[in-house]
């Protein structure tokens, strides 16, 4: 066998090891029934009626997502859940619940959460104070006392206004 050959041999062999590392959740048993649970979950908010039944149904992939390491795929379902039901703060709750041992993806969920309020948005809002409350949270486990600081103010307004 010649060099290139060999190389050839090689380069082919880590290949093959990086697919097979890359859709090992899937092959193993727990991958497999969190794939059937986000399946299921998503297959209930296509067929949900309301606004609110479909929210639930995201947010329960997230959760079965979230518990099977999956981080993406819980961040994508919490977003959808949360642009679902935009008034829900159980929602922004249990999101903040299940991203917790991601802080930046969760500070990008809930940043979007923020954006995504109209300038009209009533500053007592349930969604938008929950939704500060846990930017706050996150901000002081993070020890991040600026940040922290800056959601404390925006709270202190939006509860007093």
């Given at each position: 066998m010649s060099a290139s050959t060999i190389a050839l041999v090689a380069v082919a062999f880590l290949f093959a090891v990086y697919v097979i590392?890359?859709?090992?959740?899937?092959?193993?048993?727990?991958?497999?029934?969190?794939?059937?649970?986000?399946?299921?979950?998503?297959?209930?908010?296509?067929?949900?009626?309301?606004?609110?039944?479909?929210a639930l149904a995201l947010v329960e992939a997230g959760e079965v997502a979230a518990k099977a390491g999956r981080w993406i795929s819980a961040a994508g379902s919490f977003l959808r859940a949360l642009r679902s039901d935009p008034s829900s703060a159980a929602i922004v709750t249990r999101t903040a619940a299940a991203m917790a041992p991601r802080p930046r993806l969760l500070e990008s969920i809930l940043l979007r959460k923020v954006a995504a309020f109209a300038p009209a948005t009533p500053p007592g809002d349930p969604a938008l104070v929950a939704?500060?409350?846990e930017l706050k949270a996150l901000y002081e486990k993070r020890r991040d006392k600026g940040k922290a600081r800056l959601v404390e103010m925006l709270l202190g307004r939006s509860t007093t206004s």
């Open positions: 590392v890359q859709v090992r959740p899937a092959m193993l048993r727990r991958g497999r029934r969190a794939t059937t649970g986000i399946r299921e979950a998503h297959d209930r908010a296509r067929t949900a009626t309301t606004p609110d039944a479909r939704t500060l409350e």
